[in-house]
């Protein structure tokens, strides 16, 4: 008796349907944050380069909150500290679903993107580390080019109007989300000043009333709330970056259904919250954060100093190369085939695209040079000018393929039975067959008659002999 041949598991194969599902509602609304983002950094940009500038420093610098409770921050501050929390918030309920119920639920399935991510972050790391050896700059910054800014690469397709398949799409997010997991271990470890341990215990223990309260299912918004405020500030104070308290009660939300339920609780609130993550926290971020002097000379240190020259290459060649690579490499260990409808150039495509480091890359560039706002104004610029161009060469090879992407978009999307599912999740459904069969039909009876119409002779017209 032959052996049954293997079973190759398929790489950027279809999601299940809930999966696409899910995953088109959230890059939905990152899209239109995406955008938002894009345009508070321009915005910003402006802002700071012209005969306002002053302005902007005045309001960036501008302090206001409690002295008492450790919380009298600039505008800036609040920001990077503040809306970032929100950010994180969602970052942390996106990365318990992945955990629990998507892409990362199934350890085979999950070792291919999280290898992929894990290569994308090494990678710009040691190009800058290597640029900065050679160079003789700061190391300070190694992190800064590791992040994948998802909303900004959203932004990007939108502006060129380019519709990924959501294979590819879910790839790009399943990335974003392993990018946004270990920079907050990075922010944690290697960013955390000078620990205030009652602070921190209170902050734990803030924590642990949150999670109880979960777990009873106490429900009401002015319960959470003031409670989520008070372990923020806590975690402020205690010397750990406060975006961390954002994670920790992300990731404490139940992601998965009970019987009954359409949505989780997570995947509710995470409804709710992520249109003002995306929509507000992480743009007036960017709108604080973004607004570095762009001149001639400016760039001209970009590209010749050691710490900014190593930003911009790892994110435009170490996330490209590393994402690349390592989704190579591991497809060719595990035996992941390719799905055919796509070729490697379109994973490469996408490994350029994740290059475009934006929120992250800020505010670990923030942290890093903490202190001297000459090199943080340099790096700042360095993520810009390193995101613009990892935009501009992924749009290009976007476009290269764009007629192949959009044949697929469209049959996925295709619903020709009007059942509200997409047809290609319905070939197997006898019903389904059945569906189209009557359509067919109706359309064939109504071809009939027309035919007979069309050839039936009109009044005073001459009848053949």
């Known amino acids: 008796m032959a052996a049954p041949a293997p079973t190759n598991r398929k790489f950027l194969g279809r999601l299940s349907l809930p999966e696409r599902q899910y995953i088109a509602d959230a890059l939905r609304t990152e899209t239109v944050g995406g955008i938002l983002l894009l345009v508070a950094a321009v915005a910003a940009l402006v802002w700071a380069n012209t005969p306002l500038s002053d302005s902007y420093e005045s309001v960036s610098d501008f302090h206001i909150g ?212 995306a929509g507000l926290a992480v743009p007036l971020f960017a709108l604080f954060s973004a607004g570095v002097s762009i001149s001639g000379g400016a760039i001209h240190d970009v590209f010749t100093q050691p710490v900014t020259l190593g930003v911009v290459l790892g994110l435009v060649v170490g996330k490209a190369i590393g994402i690349f690579g390592g989704t190579w490499l591991a497809a060719r260990f595990t035996k992941a085939e390719l799905n055919p409808d796509l070729a490697w150039p379109d994973v490469f495509a996408v490994a350029t695209l994740a290059g475009i480091g934006f929120t992250v890359s800020l505010l670990i560039g923030e942290l890093a040079f903490a202190g001297d706002e000459v090199l943080t104004d340099e790096v700042k610029a360095a993520v810009l000018i390193g995101s613009l161009i990892a935009a501009v060469l992924a749009s290009v090879l976007l476009k290269l393929r764009v007629r192949r992407y959009q044949a697929l978009v469209s049959d996925e999307e295709r619903d020709d039975d009007h059942d509200g599912i997409p047809d290609i999740y319905e070939q197997d459904n006898p019903a389904y067959h059945l569906r189209m069969a009557e359509i067919y039909e109706k359309k064939a009876a109504e071809h009939r008659e027309r035919a007979q119409l069309a050839g039936a002779p009109r009044d005073g017209a001459d009848r053949p002999a």
């Open 66 to 277: 409690p002295a008492a409770l450790g919380l009298d921050l600039s505008i800036q501050h609040w920001a990077a500290d503040g809306l970032l929390a929100v950010f994180f918030f969602v970052a942390g309920i996106e990365l318990k679903r992945e955990l629990v119920a998507g892409e990362l639920r199934d350890p085979k399935a999950a070792a291919l993107p999280v290898i992929a991510a894990l290569c994308g972050m090494a990678a710009p790391a040691l190009v800058y580390v290597l640029v900065n050896a050679v160079g003789n700059g700061s190391m300070d910054g190694w992190a800064v080019p590791t992040a994948t800014d998802i909303a900004f690469a959203l932004a990007v397709l939108a502006v060129i109007g380019t519709s990924l398949p959501s294979a590819l799409r879910a790839f790009l997010l399943t990335l974003a989300v392993v990018d946004d997991l270990f920079a907050i271990l990075i922010i944690a470890i290697f960013f955390t000043s000078d620990l205030n341990f009652a602070a921190l215990g209170g902050a734990v223990a803030g924590l642990v009333v949150f999670w109880v309260l979960l777990r009873k299912e106490v429900r009401g918004w002015y319960v959470y709330v003031p409670l989520a405020l008070v372990i923020w500030g806590l975690m402020y104070n205690s010397g750990v970056h406060a975006t961390i308290a954002g994670v920790a009660m992300g990731l404490m939300l139940r992601c998965t259904t009970r019987e009954g339920e359409k949505h989780s609780p997570g995947e509710h609130i995470e409804h709710l919250v992520r249109p003002i993550s």
